[in-house]
């Protein structure tokens, strides 16, 4: 079965450089989430999207902005990184807002040097 | 953000049951107790939801106490590869949606 794809897998970028995570939920599914796991820490729920319109906000910084387009596919965007930015980035995706079933992806490992 | 309380970490041996407790002396009468687990360097994967009566699913059980302030994710017979970390979630309903807030949860291990 179809599972959630991110891309890329790995990305390493330096301070104050800007980076773009993307997600592709699961063919039919119109809910996509984004969650942060820094080292040893428990995943953190940043913003979700429903039906192309943003459904739900966390603890996501202002220099974070995110999307998601007609296709449904979602992108992270993020600017002026940080250190404290290094950490994985795991999309979900679901059929429905309201769904009680989340599907993750294999995250995206970001380090900023 | 609504609270669950599990211990730190378990252990169990191979092909033995594994009961893996949680309690969420809190809850409001519309949350949904969720378990999600996370395998090592892996997204988390769901496991099992309920409201108030026990489930059961190919993966798991969920017993849920009477009262609802506590409730025990059943590994019948545990395998190496149910080795994770195991989030019970409380999920509020209302405006909060689909959004899953982890706390900490139990890391278990199993022995051959």
């Known amino acids: 079965a179809a599972g959630v794809i991110q891309s890329p897998r790995h990305l390493i970028k330096e301070k104050r450089e800007t980076a773009t995570l993307k997600c592709y939920p699961i063919?039919?599914?119109?809910?996509v989430y984004w969650y942060q796991q820094g080292p040893g820490q428990d995943p953190q729920f940043l913003i979700s999207?429903?039906?192309?319109?943003?459904?739900d906000k966390g603890s996501i910084p202002d220099r974070f902005s995110a999307q998601q387009f007609s296709d449904y596919h979602s992108e992270l965007n993020m600017s002026s990184l940080e250190l404290g930015d290094s950490a994985l980035y795991f999309c979900?995706?679901?059929?429905?807002?309201?769904?009680?079933?989340?599907?993750f992806g294999p995250g995206t490992r970001l380090t900023v040097t | 953000d609504a609270k669950t309380t599990q211990p730190n970490s378990m252990e169990s041996n191979e092909e033995e049951p594994v009961h893996l407790p949680c309690n969420h002396s809190?809850?409001?009468?519309?949350?949904?107790i969720h378990w999600y687990r996370q395998l090592p360097s892996q997204g988390p994967e769901y496991v099992i939801h309920?409201?108030?009566s026990n489930v059961n699913n190919r993966m798991a059980s969920l017993a849920i106490a009477e009262d609802r302030k506590s409730s025990t994710l059943i590994l019948h017979r545990a395998t190496l590869r149910d080795a994770a970390v195991y989030y019970c979630?409380?999920?509020?309903?209302?405006?909060?949606?689909?959004?899953?807030?982890f706390g900490q949860g139990t890391i278990l291990t199993v022995h051959p």
């Open positions: 979900a995706s679901s059929l429905g807002r309201r769904s009680y079933e989340q599907y």
């Open positions: 063919p039919r599914h119109d809910t």
């Open positions: 999207f429903y039906e192309k319109m943003q459904s």
């Open positions: 809190t809850i409001s009468g519309t949350d949904y």
């Open positions: 309920g409201l108030t």
């Open positions: 979630i409380r999920h509020a309903g209302g405006t909060s949606y689909g959004k899953l807030t």
